[in-house]
Every structure is written in C-alpha cells, then in structure tokens.
C-alpha cells in the first residue's frame, strides 16, 4: 500500500528555497527517489503504465487524462516538493498566494497589451521534454530521470487532469518563458504566464514584437493559437484570464456579472429545497469569483453562502 501519511515538514508553514535546495535536485539513486515519494519498486512499476490513468470526455467535450487514486498521492507529493522551489515572478499559475487576480494586477497600469495563447499545452508538451527538464535542470541521473517521467506522463505527453501537469509543462518549458521574458524586457514591457496565456504589457507594443514572441514559440516545438491572439490599444479594457483592465482598475467582466444575474433569476423562481440548493451553490461560486476583483460582492456571497447552507440543513432534517 501506498502511505498517504505526509512528514511533520509539510504541516509547516510553506518555505521556499532555490532549485539546488530541492530533495529532487541531483537525485541520482533510484531507491532514494522512491523513498522520498513513498513508492516501492512493484508499485513505482505498475504506476508508471499507462494503465495508471483514466481517460474521458468532460461534460465541455474535453479529453481528461485523470490519475488513478493511488497515482494522484504519488503527484502530490511530487506536487508538494515541486511547491517549495523558488519560481521567477512572471509564473501566476500553480503557485501560492498567485492566480488569475495577481496576473491581471501585473498589467493594471498597461497602456497597451498583448496576449497569447499556447496552442494545446500540455498535449504538446511531450514525455521527452519533461525527461530532458528533469536531466539538464533539476541534474537527475537519466534512470532517475526516466521513473519521474513515466510516472508524471501519460501516453507520451503531460497529462491534463493531474496535480502536476501545470508544474510538468512549466518546467518543461522554462527556457522557452525565460526567453519570452528576456524579450519582453528588452522592450521595457511586462511579462506574465498564467498556464498557457502569455501577456505582454507596457506604454508601447513595439512593432513586430508579437511576430517575435511568436518565433520564440515556434522555436521551442510550440505555436500560438491564431484565434486567440489580442492586441488591446491604450483605449479598450483588456481582458486577461477573466478580468477586464480598464483605466487602471481591475473589473469583472460583464459576461460574469450578466450569468450572475440569470443566476439570480432562476433562483427567485426556484419552488423546491433541492432546486435552490443546486442554484444557491451556483450563484455562491460566482459571487465568490466576482467578489476576488469585486469587493462589494464578497458580502453578497457570504449571504447566500448562508443561505445555502440553511436549505442543506432543512433538506438534511427532512430526510
């Protein structure tokens, strides 16, 4: 069996160090990798098939890629000791203390914006750059290497529905968002990465930047997702994982607070307990949402973040 038991180290409060301070920098014995994670060897070889995962449609049409319950342990772990390593600034996605929210704050004073889209990110991201991430950056001896990989992998690529996969791509890629962000620089403008959405912000996008940053893409096995490119003038709001910028302040987009709205109305004509709880908990998670850009909607959540759980506990009671 796998211990799901986690070291008195990880309750503390989380410290960051450098690379080179990881357990997993110059790891160079297979037997010491499989104690840090937990594992033995029969059951490090039967995690690293394949058949360790289970593919699926979502209800979007999305194929998922999801580990099963003993490989999800194993990915966090590995997703805990990958958490404490130092991260550049430019990184707003799986990390602590940063999200959607601090991205856009990035670009709040932006005159003019460019973003990105990384085509199908992690489908792209094959086994064989995870593999030389883990030989050349974190200086794994290759059979060490070689268990990492097959075990954070799926089918020859980073899976989409693990823990790790955004730590996998990011590391695997890395020279790629160094690069984008020694560009940028250059430009005096700023860089964010938030997953697969690049941004570029500043008083000016230099002409043919974005056939630049593009290059830079291309080069390292990638390209950007044509639909998806925006160039925003000093004169819109700009959009960026899911906030408008506008005039320096951070707003939430109108399409969210137009299915708030809806939420709202559906849940006035609600007739039974079980239907406002399924719209109570909607409507919650969207205020909540709304109320990371919008303070004035995080009392609002806290209201019918109440209200939800009285009709929970009168539906538990009826039972």
Same mark, same amino acid.
């Given at each position: 069996?796998?211990?799901?038991?986690?070291?008195?180290?990880?309750?503390?409060?989380?410290?960051?160090?450098?690379? $080179?301070?990881?357990?997993?920098?110059?790891?160079?014995?297979? $037997?010491?990798?499989?104690?840090?994670?937990?594992?033995?060897?029969?059951?490090?070889?039967?995690?690293?098939?394949?058949?360790? *995962?289970?593919? !699926?449609?979502?209800?979007?049409?999305?194929?998922?890629?999801?580990?099963?319950?003993?490989?999800?342990?194993?990915?966090?772990?590995?997703?805990?000791?990958?958490?404490?390593?130092?991260?550049?600034? *430019?990184?707003?996605?799986?990390?602590?203390?940063?999200?959607?929210?601090? $991205?856009?704050?990035?670009?709040?004073?932006?005159?003019?914006?460019?973003?990105?889209?990384?085509?199908?990110?992690?489908?792209?991201?094959?086994?064989?750059?995870?593999?030389?991430?883990?030989?050349?950056?974190?200086?794994?001896?290759?059979?060490?290497? *070689?268990?990492?990989?097959?075990?954070?992998?799926?089918?020859?690529?980073?899976?989409?529905?693990?823990?790790?996969?955004?730590?996998?791509?990011?590391?695997?890629?890395?020279?790629?968002?160094?690069?984008?962000?020694?560009?940028?620089?250059?430009?005096?403008?700023?860089?964010?990465?938030?997953?697969?959405?690049?941004?570029?912000?500043?008083?000016?996008?230099?002409?043919?930047?974005?056939?630049?940053?593009?290059?830079?893409?291309?080069?390292?096995?990638? @390209?950007?997702?044509?639909?998806?490119?925006? !160039? *925003?003038?000093?004169?819109?709001?700009?959009?960026?994982? /899911?906030?408008?910028?506008?005039?320096?302040?951070?707003?939430?987009?109108?399409?969210? $607070?137009?299915?708030? /709205?809806?939420?709202?109305?559906?849940?006035?004509?609600? @007739?039974?307990?079980?239907?406002?709880?399924?719209?109570?908990?909607?409507?919650? /998670?969207?205020?909540?949402?709304?109320?990371?850009?919008?303070?004035?909607?995080?009392?609002?959540?806290?209201?019918?973040?109440?209200?939800?759980?009285?009709?929970?506990?009168?539906?538990?009671?009826?039972?």
């Amino acid at each position: 069996m796998i211990s799901t038991k986690r070291s008195s180290s990880l309750h503390s409060p989380l410290k960051l160090y450098p690379l $080179n301070q990881s357990p997993l920098y110059k790891l160079k014995s297979k $037997n010491k990798l499989l104690e840090i994670i937990s594992l033995s060897k029969k059951q490090a070889d039967k995690l690293m098939l394949d058949s360790a *995962y289970k593919e !699926f449609k979502n209800d979007a049409g999305r194929t998922i890629q999801e580990p099963s319950a003993q490989l999800k342990v194993v990915h966090k772990r590995i997703g805990a000791l990958l958490s404490r390593i130092e991260l550049p600034s *430019y990184l707003h996605s799986g990390r602590k203390k940063h999200s959607t929210l601090t $991205n856009a704050e990035s670009h709040r004073q932006a005159t003019e914006l460019l973003k990105l889209d990384i085509h199908k990110f992690f489908p792209s991201t094959r086994a064989a750059k995870v593999y030389k991430a883990f030989v050349e950056k974190f200086e794994m001896s290759p059979d060490v290497a *070689y268990v990492m990989t097959n075990l954070a992998t799926f089918a020859g690529k980073v899976p989409t529905g693990s823990p790790i996969s955004m730590a996998m791509a990011f590391w695997a890629h890395k020279d790629m968002f160094d690069e984008l962000s020694h560009l940028a620089a250059s430009s005096s403008l700023v860089f964010t990465a938030y997953v697969d959405d690049v941004a570029f912000s500043g008083s000016k996008i230099p002409k043919g930047f974005a056939a630049q940053a593009k290059k830079c893409i291309r080069s390292h096995g990638l @390209t950007s997702k044509d639909k998806k490119e925006r !160039f *925003y003038t000093s004169s819109e709001g700009k959009l960026l994982t /899911g906030i408008v910028i506008q005039d320096g302040e951070l707003k939430v987009r109108w399409a969210h $607070n137009d299915s708030i /709205g809806k939420e709202f109305a559906i849940l006035a004509d609600a @007739t039974d307990n079980t239907a406002k709880i399924i719209h109570l908990e909607k409507l919650a /998670g969207k205020l909540h949402a709304a109320g990371q850009v919008d303070f004035r909607q995080k009392d609002r959540a806290r209201f019918f973040t109440k209200q939800l759980r009285a009709a929970k506990k009168q539906s538990t009671q009826g039972s």
